[in-house]
């Protein structure tokens, strides 16, 4: 995500659920409720939030329920975590209207962003420390 032009920082992140301060191994393994997401911070004079939405839809599993990659459970749900009604609405609007590659449905959630814990450094640009495809 990083790499896209107007992305400025990307940070892993621990939201939805009620646990404070969790951690990776009590997320993991569901403990938490919460979900382990990637936070994008984006400067919109040069990418809208609506590109970032079809990278989203692109770079993960949308019509798989509680599965990215090899990660299996609720803490890798497919969901989006918004920031007001604005972004909900393009989020689901997004959502609505992305294609599908199988002939499942999108399953992803749209969810109200509350609080956010930053993992731990080595959730942190994972895929460039392990040179893995998919998170």
Request: charged letters at 25%.
């Amino acid at each position: 995500m990083r790499r896209i032009h107007g992305v400025a920082a990307t940070a892993v992140g621990y939201v939805g659920g009620d646990a404070l301060n969790p951690v990776g191994p009590q997320v993991g393994a569901g403990l938490t409720g919460r979900a382990e997401v990637v936070q994008e911070s984006y400067d919109p004079e040069r990418i809208g939030y609506t590109v970032g939405l079809d990278v989203c839809w692109q770079h993960h599993d949308p019509d798989t329920r509680d599965r990215q990659g090899a990660d299996v459970g609720r803490p890798y749900r497919s969901a989006m975590f918004t920031h007001g009604d604005a972004e909900r609405a393009a989020a689901r609007a997004s959502r609505d209207a992305h294609p599908t590659q199988r002939s499942r449905p999108v399953v992803s959630e749209i969810e109200p962003l509350r609080a956010l814990y930053g993992a731990e450094d080595y959730h942190q640009r994972f895929m460039e420390k392990t040179a893995t495809l998919c998170c």
